[in-house]
């Protein structure tokens, strides 16, 4: 009971979910507070210009392009998917590789393509499925599933 619910939370969509709802949530504050006291401040002393981005915006035939808060929000976007990517999603991969470096490797799963009609195809097929062609296996495959070369 226990290794299924351990599967099922180490699962990586449910993982990338629970981030991306709870995790991430809770940073668009932290972040959106570090973008505009340092990050905005930082641009612009590099461009020369008070940095606030809330306020940029410009006018054509009387309308209203409010660009600066776009910025704001790109510039917090990009801090909180590094944030999440480096703190949780690159441990989790490296989590789940360990657990998954003892575990046999499916032969069929292994894939690539046809040389004639370029379909997915097993890596050890001889011949592909959808175009006919007789193909050589690919001998990394064959190997690994313990085939004998052909000849």
Known sequence: MLSGFKDFILRGNIITMAIGLAVGSAFTAV???????????????????????????????GT?????????AAIAFVITAAVLYFVIVVPMMKLQARIDRGKPVDMKAALRDCPRCFSQIPGIATRCAHCTSEIKADPEALEMAGLPQQR
Do not use: C, Q, W
Not at 64 to 72: E, T
């Open 31 to 61: 972040v959106t507070g570090f973008s505009t006291a340092f990050i905005a401040p930082l641009i612009g002393l590099a461009t020369r210009s008070t940095g606030d981005f809330s306020n940029a915006h410009f006018t054509v035939e």
């Open 64 to 72: 209203d392009f409010p660009y600066g808060k776009f910025v704001s």
